[in-house]
């Protein structure tokens, strides 16, 4: 029987431990995502993703699209997973490419100053939970 991995501090979802293979390993090698993504950005798993997780090559591709059934912001995915943020940029963007996960940004170019605010409060309260 596999233990399960003690909960989060609040008694979350539990915490995934470090990964001993390289980061760069968990993308083949590639350090620049094909698409750009902001750490705020959400990201949730699509119908097909769900469908196809137990069939996934990569654990750590596997792994995001389980952590994203709820929506996740990219920075959150990075911390649960216990890797750097680029390397789940790059995880992220392979499973966006294939429809698996759908990335939604919280800003765009003609966001308000209430909207920008707003966010950096959303930010801060949750930087202060942690």
Do not use: F, K
């Amino acid at each position: 029987m596999i233990d399960e991995p003690p909960p989060g501090p609040y008694g979350e979802e539990p915490r995934r431990s470090a990964s001993l293979a390289r980061p760069y390993a968990w993308t083949e090698g590639r350090t620049a995502p094909t698409v750009e993504i902001a750490v705020e950005a959400l990201v949730e798993t699509t119908a097909a993703g769900r469908a196809e997780a137990a069939y996934l090559t990569s654990s750590a591709l596997a792994q995001v699209t389980e952590i994203c059934v709820r929506p996740r912001s990219l920075m959150e995915i990075a911390a649960l997973l216990a890797l750097p943020l680029g390397v789940v940029r790059v995880l992220v963007s392979d499973l966006m490419q294939d429809n698996l996960v759908i990335v939604r940004d919280t800003l765009s170019d003609t966001s308000t100053w209430d909207e920008r605010h707003d966010l950096m409060e959303r930010v801060l309260h949750g930087l202060r939970d942690l």
